[in-house]
């Protein structure tokens, strides 16, 4: 008997902003090197450190409209005035190889996944409370305290869709979160719709 997988998972994860997002991706695609992490598109200016076609592909504001215009879009949305949106043909390709593919997108986008991909796992990464969130967005020193109040305020209610999700993980420390989200894609990929079995010479 040999079992192979017939097609990628779609894995999303979405999480107020200064959860600690990136640094549970960064570690979990160490521990899972065959996982390919989509890099979104965004309209949002880069951070210090940040470089184009890694963290995401910064765009123009207009060229981001001409490619919804163009349907180039898995999803896109709208978060704090900026917009962020996942290649449609990128994602399709690396699922048609095999391939699982991770996505890092908000809450609005994860609706539109969901719409057109009913089989995509979604995970919300939630903070221990908002006092932590609160602490972490002003260490990160990035935002001045107007933002830093539209992201709490915006965190607040991405958390009342919570329930919207398959699975929640509390990030209360990176390397429980990661072994978390791992058991999940674990138990996740063994569902049936992934894998296709040859029962030739049973």
């Known amino acids: 008997m040999n079992s192979t997988k017939r097609r990628g998972q779609l894995i999303v994860l979405s999480g107020p902003s200064g959860t600690g997002k990136s640094t549970v991706i960064a570690e979990l695609l160490q521990a899972r090197p065959d996982l390919y992490f989509s890099v979104s598109f965004t309209t949002r200016p880069p951070r210090p450190g940040e470089t184009d076609g890694k963290e995401y592909h910064f765009v123009s504001r207009e060229t981001f409209e001409d490619m919804i215009s163009k349907g180039a879009f898995l999803e896109y949305a709208q978060y704090v005035e900026n917009y962020y949106g996942t290649s449609l043909q990128l994602i399709e390709e690396k699922r048609a190889a095999g391939i699982d593919v991770l ?85 996740s990929g063994c569902r049936t719709q992934y894998r296709l079995i040859d029962w030739k010479g049973v």
């Open 103 to 187: 996505l890092e997108i908000e809450v609005q986008g994860a609706e539109e996944v969901r719409k057109k991909c009913p089989d995509a796992v979604l995970i919300f990464v939630a903070p221990p409370s908002f006092e932590e969130l609160s602490r972490r967005l002003r260490e990160r020193n990035t935002d001045d305290e107007a933002v830093i109040a539209s992201r709490l305020e915006t965190a607040r209610k991405e958390c009342e869709e919570i329930s919207n999700y398959d699975y929640l993980v509390v990030n209360y420390q990176v390397p429980i979160a990661v072994k978390e989200v791992l058991s999940i894609l674990t138990a």
